[in-house]
């Protein structure tokens, strides 16, 4: 009886813990940015000296998604990388979203989870239906 009990709390722990609803996508844009990169041996830094290190610019590849859920809207800015692609979602889409503390956790088309630190949060206005 103790095993019982003791599976069905672990359970309920895990089934909490993904507490996922469903969230519509307000937008999606890219939000990339140029960001500098430290290289070692880049020709740059060998023509200073050799085996020296140098900043060059990189992009780091980033798209910002604002949800609606439960009456407030949530921004947060993803990697773009092989397993997220900015057109994968788009406006109005029917999204499984979760807060976790100052994170918006979203779940990919895989099944599996992406998590970002929330950059903004409004209530959404009375006359737009909530979510």
Do not use: W
């Amino acid at each position: 009886m103790a095993r019982f009990l003791a599976a069905v709390v672990l359970l309920g722990t895990v089934a909490s813990g993904a507490d996922y609803k469903l969230a519509k996508v307000i937008e999606i844009h890219d939000a990339s940015s140029l960001a500098a990169e430290a290289v070692a041996n880049h020709p740059v830094a060998v023509q200073g000296g050799g085996g020296q290190t140098t900043s060059i610019g990189g992009q780091s590849m980033r798209c910002q998604i604002t949800v609606a859920l439960e009456g407030t809207s949530y921004s947060a800015v993803y990697p773009v990388d092989q397993h997220f692609k900015i057109t994968d979602f788009s406006a109005g889409d029917l999204i499984s979203a979760r807060i976790e503390g100052k994170k918006l956790v979203l779940k990919r088309l895989d099944g599996k989870e992406m998590k970002a630190r929330i950059v903004r949060q409004e209530p959404i206005a009375a006359a737009s239906p909530k979510f």
